[in-house]
Every structure is written in structure tokens, then in C-alpha cells.
């Protein structure tokens, strides 16, 4: 059976490597796959791509990440639309984690700033992911996941990426950014929802052939 080519439509460092590693981990004979990124688009389609993020949930903007590539390929595409819900702040930023702030570190200090008067049983909050896949016909089809935790009042490790270093993962009394990365592969709100989908993927591709 010849690997299923599809992209990743994400133009985030740190996701695109998670997605990468659980994808090449996860997807086993008699299936295979060849993922690609937004690296190996030429000049003119990397000109194109434009994704504007302005829907209103994970769901949205996850959709329009991957219709922003699979319009410019029309080969199937896998997007990330993820994000930190914190319930003490009304569930923001939500849809606007990457927008929050320019930098990690600032999204971070803003996000501190916030919750400064907040003791830690008040700071409950959640990484969601949701994954839109576009196969070559044009069907889309959603995945989500997510994974509870607590805000801490400082940065701790430097692994991962985004809003890692404050979000307290009680389960391993370590925060994601003490996590590996396979310790946070295990557990993260984008394993749940990309066990979905190579779940859905293994059944696509058999029934495709
Ligand atoms: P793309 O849209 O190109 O994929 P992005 O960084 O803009 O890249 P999002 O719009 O989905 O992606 O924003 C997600 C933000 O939420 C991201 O920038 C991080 O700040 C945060 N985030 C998402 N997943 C995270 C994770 O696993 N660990 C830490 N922070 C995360």
C-alpha cells in the first residue's frame, strides 16, 4: 500500500513537531503515511497561503486553516486550531492564545499578570485542541481533544512551547514544560484528538485503497 500524502497547515514551530512525531510514531503497518509541511510548498503557493483566524471557536479556525491549504493543493490537509481556556478569566484567551500577546514569554507575563490575584485552587484551565482533516474530494471531518490542569504563579521547564512552563499538570506534579516529549505526548490535548484521527485515518485509508 503506497504512504497516504497529506500537509500540515500550521505555520507553529512547536505543533508542527509534536504533530510530526505522533504521526510518525502512531501510524503503523500495514498503513503509512507521508506528511508534509508548509516547507516543502514552492514560492507562489507559499504566497498564497493566508489563513485569516477570525472564527469564533477552535472549530472555525481550525477549518480555515486547512481550507486555506487544501484550496491552494487540493490535496488532503491536516490543521491544528488549539489553545488555553482558563476558567478564572472567563475561558480566555481561548481562541486568541496566539494572539494574546507577540512572544511566549509575554502571552505568559500577560497571562500572570491576569491571575495575579487568583490563589492556585482558583486557577483551573484547559488546553484544548481541535484538528480539521480535508481529504482530496473536499470532506472535512473534526477531532478534538483536551487536558485539564492549573496555572501556576511561575514558569517552570523549558520544554515544549506556547503556555507549557505555566500549566501544572497535577497527574505528573510536573508542568508541560517539565514534561519530554514523550511524557507530554502521552497526555496532551493534541495526542487526545490526533488518536482520533489516526484511528479515523487507519479506516479512511482501507476503505480509499
Ligand atoms: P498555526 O495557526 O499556524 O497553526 P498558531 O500558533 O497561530 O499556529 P493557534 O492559532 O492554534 O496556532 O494558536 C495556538 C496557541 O495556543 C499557540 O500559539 C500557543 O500559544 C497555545 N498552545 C496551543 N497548544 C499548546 C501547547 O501544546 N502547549 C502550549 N501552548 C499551546
Do not use: W
Amino acid at each position: 500500500m503506497n504512504p497516504y500524502k497529506f500537509y500540515i497547515s500550521s505555520e507553529n514551530e512547536g505543533k508542527v513537531k509534536e504533530i510530526l512525531k505522533f504521526l510518525h510514531e502512531e501510524i503503523r503497518p500495514p498503513f503509512s503515511a507521508n506528511v508534509l509541511t508548509l516547507n516543502s510548498l514552492d514560492e507562489s503557493q507559499k504566497n498564497k497561503y493566508n489563513p485569516v483566524e477570525n472564527g469564533i471557536s477552535f472549530l472555525e479556525n481550525a477549518r480555515i486553516k486547512a481550507r486555506a491549504l487544501y484550496s491552494i493543493l487540493r490535496e488532503p490537509v491536516l490543521a491544528d486550531d488549539s489553545g488555553l481556556e482558563v476558567d478564572a478569566l472567563n475561558g480566555e484567551p481561548g481562541v486568541f492564545s496566539s494572539r494574546y500577546e507577540k512572544t511566549d514569554e509575554l502571552r505568559i507575563g500577560r497571562l500572570l499578570r491576569e491571575l495575579t490575584d487568583f490563589q492556585q485552587q482558583m486557577r483551573s484551565a484547559r488546553f484544548i485542541s481541535c484538528l480539521c482533516f480535508i481529504d482530496k474530494f473536499g470532506n472535512e471531518i473534526f477531532f478534538n481533544g483536551k487536558v485539564e490542569g492549573i496555572i501556576i504563579d511561575q514558569p517552570r521547564g523549558n520544554h515544549g512551547f506556547g503556555y507549557d512552563p505555566v500549566f501544572y499538570y497535577p497527574p505528573l506534579n510536573k508542568t508541560f514544560g517539565e514534561l519530554t516529549p514523550d511524557e507530554k505526548q502521552n497526555v496532551s490535548h493534541r495526542s487526545h484528538a490526533l488518536k482520533l484521527f489516526v484511528h479515523f485515518l487507519a479506516k479512511y485509508i482501507e476503505f480509499s485503497a
